[in-house]
């Protein structure tokens, strides 16, 4: 296969502007294309960002024989429906978070990936850093002792009204938009998933959640404890809690080039700075090798799956008000 991969992005989404530059800066693929709902809103934007195909719609993103790989940042609703079409149209997908709304369309992804022989990836940028991999190592060599707890919020105050993040139908709700991040974290420190679940939400006006406060136990005797809202201010970190010390990290979801974790044992905190990467690139180098190499990709579509079934548990008992088992 030709080492250099044409990208194509599957709408004009603001979030795009944080995968240009690394696709860009990486030396294996290129932008080629972008897509819009009509040609004069493709052609505005391909110029604006200097990207030489511009298409007035996604199926002629798609139908383009060029075209390797397929950024989708459609609204979240959309998110199977179109990773699906790339996939039957000979693209690899990279597919922003969360990857599906119900675990039959992660299935029908699945499917599609073992049917077509592409790949396709779920868009969580920070599981790619090496902050979050040097967390990992942190926890799993016992060097805090062992693990018990992990806290966690990701907040922000959102204020645009209309945005599709306040519909439940579009996939809306501060759960599948920010809260996905510290359930990841967890499962991925821990290294299981849970075995239940406990959840309280606040409901907006378009029924999607703007706040939500959840727990989950896991079999080891693990413990997250996480909030998640629009209407908070901006607020991001994780604390994990061993029986010999505990690790905080104040910016971890979205780590930069410099980056600094503490790690208290007593009275001693220890600074570990740790030098990163632009954050988006981890994520497009991590899909070009499971293409060109192979490689599985860090974030498989079972771990996908695990993340939402554990969203769509928490949502269900928020709904129930009460503790509900995972399986």
Avoid at 128 to 141: I, N, R
Avoid at 156 to 181: P, Q
Avoid at 292 to 315: E, M, Q, Y
């Amino acid at each position: 296969m030709n080492q250099m991969l044409n990208w194509g992005l599957l709408s004009t989404a603001k979030i795009n502007r944080a995968l240009i530059k690394p696709l860009r800066a990486s030396k294996r693929t290129r932008l080629l294309g972008v897509a819009s709902r009509s040609q004069s809103s493709a052609d505005a934007y391909a110029r604006e960002w200097d990207i030489p195909q511009a298409y007035g719609s996604y199926e002629a993103l798609l139908a383009d024989p060029e075209i390797d790989i397929v950024y989708n940042s459609l609204p979240n609703h959309l998110h199977a429906e179109w990773t699906i079409k790339a996939l039957r149209a000979g693209k690899h997908v990279l597919c922003e978070k969360p990857l599906a709304l119900t675990l039959e369309e992660v299935d029908a992804i699945i499917a599609a990936t073992r049917e077509t022989g592409k790949v396709a990836a779920e868009a969580f940028m920070y599981r790619h850093h090496v902050q979050t991999l040097k967390v990992k190592e942190l926890v799993d060599s016992g060097s805090v002792g062992q693990l018990q707890l992990i806290k966690g919020a990701f907040s922000f105050t959102l204020t645009r009204e209309g945005n599709y993040r306040f519909v439940k139908e579009y996939g809306g709700g501060s759960l599948w938009d920010v809260g996905c991040y510290p359930i990841s974290f967890a499962r991925m420190v821990v290294g299981e998933e849970p075995a239940e679940v406990f959840g309280w939400q606040v409901q907006g006006p378009g029924g999607g959640d703007e706040s939500f406060y959840g727990q989950m136990r896991f079999g080891n005797g693990v413990h997250l404890q996480f909030d998640c809202g629009f209407k908070s201010p901006p607020r991001s970190f994780i604390e994990i809690v061993c029986t010999e010390g505990t690790i905080n990290i104040p910016v971890p979801f979205k780590p930069g080039l410099k980056n600094e974790i503490y790690i208290k044992r007593g009275d001693k905190q220890e600074t570990m700075k740790i030098k990163g990467q632009e954050l988006y690139l981890g994520e497009v180098e991590d899909l070009c090798d499971a293409i060109l190499t192979g490689k599985p990709p860090r974030i498989s579509l079972a771990d996908s799956r695990g993340n939402i079934a554990a969203i769509l548990k928490l949502r269900e008992s928020a709904e129930h008000g009460k503790p509900l088992p995972l399986g």
